[in-house]
């Protein structure tokens, strides 16, 4: 168990609707991440928050966005889904900001989404 | 954006060591190398990661070579459970993001 929490776990939705994947990160852990993985594709990273702010966006489509709450959890939304939205979604997190030593950082077990 | 360059799959005998290469060649002089391995559709399990220093956890060790432009994970004695894609990442330089290469896909024969 890494600490990093997700929900759901499962996900199944008809294209054009809109979802929300929530993340917890590890107590004391100020950095998010989000990333994307379709069948049999590697990890997309999508975008990373620390302590509320956006700091780092990969390919994250228009459609998708996310936050950061003063918690420190947070969301994922997904808007207009399409059949190619399907995919398994992870959410990491890690102390710090930059690379370092003890800025390791530790994935969640996932939200699987499926579009119909 | 992908900075790593990783063989497609390996193959290696239970009980046998399992080296893993990875190419970083454009990595800066201060980011450190990560190893992941992802077991399935679980979530990413971090490994091991170096700077410079080879290093030796409980799981498995890193060797880094001098010029640091590329690295090894090396599983000393593989077992069926350490099937799995492996991957090294390190950061883009310049930013935040830290990207995911294809991996090795390790498979662990009986």
């Known amino acids: 168990d890494s600490g990093v929490t997700q929900t759901p776990k499962h996900l199944i939705t008809a294209t054009g609707q809109r979802v929300t994947l929530r993340c917890s990160p590890r107590?004391?852990?100020?950095?998010v991440y989000w990333y994307q993985q379709s069948l049999d594709q590697g990890l997309q990273f999508l975008i990373q928050y620390y302590n509320g702010e956006e700091r780092a966006k990969g390919n994250i489509l228009e459609r998708f966005s996310a936050q950061q709450f003063p918690d420190l959890h947070s969301e994922l939304n997904l808007s207009s889904l399409e059949l190619g939205d399907s995919a398994l979604y992870f959410c990491?997190?890690?102390?710090?900001?930059?690379?370092?030593?003890?800025?390791?950082?530790?994935f969640g077990e996932g939200s699987w989404l499926t579009v119909v | 954006d992908a900075k790593t360059t990783q063989p497609t799959s390996m193959d290696c005998a239970e009980g046998r060591a399992a080296n893993l290469p990875c190419n970083h060649s454009?990595?800066?002089?201060?980011?450190?190398v990560y190893w992941y391995r992802q077991i399935h559709s679980q979530g990413p399990q971090y490994i091991i990661h170096?700077?410079?220093n080879n290093e030796t956890n409980e799981m498995a060790s890193l060797i880094i070579t001098e010029d640091r432009k590329s690295s090894t994970l090396i599983l000393p004695h593989a077992t069926l459970r350490d099937t799995a894609v492996y991957y090294c990442?390190?950061?883009?330089?310049?930013?935040?993001?830290?990207?995911f290469g294809t991996g090795t896909r390790l498979k662990v024969l009986a």
């Open positions: 990491a997190s890690s102390v710090g900001v930059g690379q370092g030593a003890g800025n390791t950082i530790y």
């Open positions: 454009t990595i800066s002089g201060n980011e450190y």
């Open positions: 990442i390190v950061r883009v330089g310049g930013t935040y993001k830290y990207i």
């Open positions: 170096g700077l410079k």
């Open positions: 107590s004391g852990d100020l950095s």
